[in-house]
């Protein structure tokens, strides 16, 4: 099945921004609802948003406003773009569509 990679992740100061993308392998990606998790140190996987096919999206609430996922179909790649980052934003960030996980990529919030 598909395979995803995520990229972007890093270190930034609070209130700083960070775009991560998600490059996926196979030829059925633009008709995959795709979606964000991420994974604090000692919390429970969340999910920070979806994205269907169509691009129409759906955040949580932690991240509305401040968090806006895109994609780009013809280059089967899944964007995040994160501003007015927070140390709480600090997790591990996950690629989840067509059955597939990334390995995840770091970000890091701190001054």
């Known amino acids: 099945q598909v395979q995803l990679v995520e990229s972007g992740g890093g270190l930034v100061q609070p209130g700083g921004s960070l775009r991560l993308s998600c490059a996926a392998s196979g030829s059925s990606f633009r008709f995959y609802t795709m979606a964000w998790y991420r994974q604090a140190p000692g919390e429970q996987r969340e999910l920070v948003v979806t994205?269907?096919?169509?691009?129409?999206?759906n955040y949580a609430d932690s991240v509305k406003g401040r968090f806006t996922a895109s994609r780009d179909n013809a280059k089967n790649t899944v964007y995040l773009q994160m501003n007015s980052l927070k140390p709480e934003d600090t997790a591990v960030y996950y690629c989840i569509g067509g059955r597939s996980w990334g390995p995840g990529t770091q970000v890091t919030v701190s001054s």
């Open positions: 994205i269907t096919s169509g691009s129409r999206t």
